[in-house]
């Protein structure tokens, strides 16, 4: 089994900043691409920005140049520094992390989430 536990989220003024932040712990062999997600009060989730092993990145464009994700392997850690915060960034995020129990059993599993509130 594997646990994920996210903080950092908060009640932030527009043109602040958070850092989130995503521990994994449990049953891990290795852990592939970590992923963070948002969900607004009606509307689907969405992917924000993602990150391979090797450091590779891609963000969604209404965060591109605002937000950095980043991640520690040997800490099984991933982050995602929000600078400029919109009252849109508002909803709740989460990570998502591919974790290999083996070489060739791996699962998908998801944070708790956590609320960011960017107030105008």
């Known amino acids: 089994q594997v646990q994920l536990v996210e903080s950092g989220g908060g009640l932030v003024q ?42 590779n990145t891609n963000y969604a464009d209404s965060v591109k140049g605002r937000f950095t994700i980043s991640r520690d392997n040997a800490k099984n850690m991933v982050y995602l520094q929000m600078t400029t915060l919109k009252p849109e960034d508002t909803a709740v995020y989460y990570c998502n992390v591919l974790v290999l129990h083996s070489i060739s059993v791996n699962h998908n599993y998801w944070g708790q989430g956590t609320q960011v509130t960017v107030s105008s």
């Open 14 to 55: 527009t043109g602040g900043s958070l850092r989130l932040s995503c521990a994994a712990s449990g049953s891990i062999f290795g852990i592939g691409v970590m992923e963070w997600y948002r969900q607004a009060p009606g509307k689907q989730r969405e992917l924000v920005a993602s990150i391979t092993r090797a450091g």
